[in-house]
């Protein structure tokens, strides 16, 4: 099945809980979002508590050593970050990122498929924390980590 991308909307978000939202996602039902294309990053599993995105960065993201941006460390990282908080989320709550914190840990050739898998902390009424790592997937390699503080909202808000 093709991808497709696009905004579902502020109705469609506040209308499902987070996982419910994430889970039409991956069901094809609700678009992903427009800059995973661009970055080459997809939703490959979602539970509450648990979310898991792939990508694979391409020549379009070096930086000028070579190897990949550091901002597609930070893309990826934050993608999952902030779904995982998400998925905690109930019908008519939504998240934004407050803070996210991103180590490199080592150079990611284009085309190295790689794997992130972010897991909820807590996750209150006002704010929700996340922890994530960036893997090889062919070599299970640690490549970056990272942490989020998300603002949790109403849909009033």
Known sequence: MSETH??????????????????????????????????????IEAEKGR?????????????????????????????????????MLPQGSFYTTLEYKVNLIRAIAPGRQMRAIATAGHIGRSTGVATAELVGVEDGRLYGQGSTTCLVMRGAD
């Open 6 to 43: 696009g905004v579902a909307g502020r109705d469609a978000l506040l209308a499902r809980s987070g996982i419910e939202f994430l889970q039409g996602i991956l069901a094809g039902e609700l678009p992903a979002p427009p800059m995973a294309g661009h970055m080459g990053l997809r939703l």
């Open 51 to 87: 979310v898991v995105f792939e990508g694979t960065p391409t020549e379009n993201h070096l930086n000028p050593m070579g190897v990949t941006h550091g901002g597609w460390f930070g893309t990826i990282l934050d993608s999952a970050l902030g779904c995982v908080v998400m998925s």
